[in-house]
């Protein structure tokens, strides 16, 4: 049941927007695409996983519209400070993660789709937390990003796929998730061979 309730959605949304993402710039499928070529033919799923680009594309596509916009609300059990604000017991705090997500002295040029910016530094559980964090966060979270990065891998080195509609997609709240607005409909325009590269 939680895999359909809390674990389906959130990661087909999220499918959905990298997709979208990565044919929206063509430099980002390139550089993912020499990537996933290192490869070999049967890559074994864990060096998939461990693919630095892929792993800030994927960052990045849920930093940008994370699925989950909130996490789970947190109730104040004792008298606190958080930055500035006492906070007393009962007080029902909601972080944002996509507030947070879109910081510009975090995130410069927030709205801007820059996985580069995963590889140039590594962001704090408090600065980057599409999964949630603390003792309750995601219990989904390695399952998912296990998942996509395979999907990602298996899909974009087997097809040339293409956008049908070039707009700009926009973010639909779908129940508690952020979810693009068309559904992110594609079209196969070839299959794929690896590429040989030569440095
Ligand atoms: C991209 C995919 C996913 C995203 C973005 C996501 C995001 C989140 C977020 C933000 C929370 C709230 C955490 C908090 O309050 O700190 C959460 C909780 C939860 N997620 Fe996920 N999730 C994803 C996939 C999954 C999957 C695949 C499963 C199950 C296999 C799952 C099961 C759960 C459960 C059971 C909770 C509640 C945990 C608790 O309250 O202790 N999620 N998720």
């Avoid at 990298?18 to 799923?45: A, C, M």
């Avoid at 590594?122 to 964090?133: H, I, K, R």
Wanted: proline fraction near 9%; charge should be neutral; charged fraction near 20%.
């Amino acid at each position: 049941i939680t895999l359909i309730l809390a674990g389906y959605d959130t990661t087909a949304s999220a499918m959905s927007w990298g997709f979208y993402w990565i044919h929206q710039n063509p430099l980002v499928r390139e550089k993912l695409l020499q990537e996933l070529d290192t490869l070999g033919d049967s890559p074994d799923p864990m060096s998939i996983y461990q693919l630095p680009y892929l792993t800030a594309v994927c960052n990045e596509t849920l930093r940008i519209y994370p699925v989950t916009m909130f996490s789970f609300p947190r109730v104040v059990q004792e008298s606190v400070e958080l930055l500035g604000h006492p906070l007393e017991p009962g007080t029902v705090l909601l972080p944002s993660i996509y507030l947070t997500h879109h910081r510009e002295d975090l995130y410069p040029q927030p709205k801007q789709f820059k996985p580069e910016r995963f590889i140039e530094r590594q962001f704090s559980p408090y600065e980057f937390l599409p999964f949630g964090g603390g003792v309750r966060r995601c219990i989904g979270q390695a399952l998912a990003q296990f998942e996509i990065k395979l999907v990602f891998a298996t899909v974009l080195s087997r097809y040339d796929l293409a956008l049908v509609d070039q707009r700009p997609e926009k973010p639909q709240r779908r129940g508690f998730n952020l979810a693009p607005s068309s559904g992110v409909k594609m079209v196969i325009t070839g299959r794929r061979a690896r590429q040989e590269f030569f440095s």
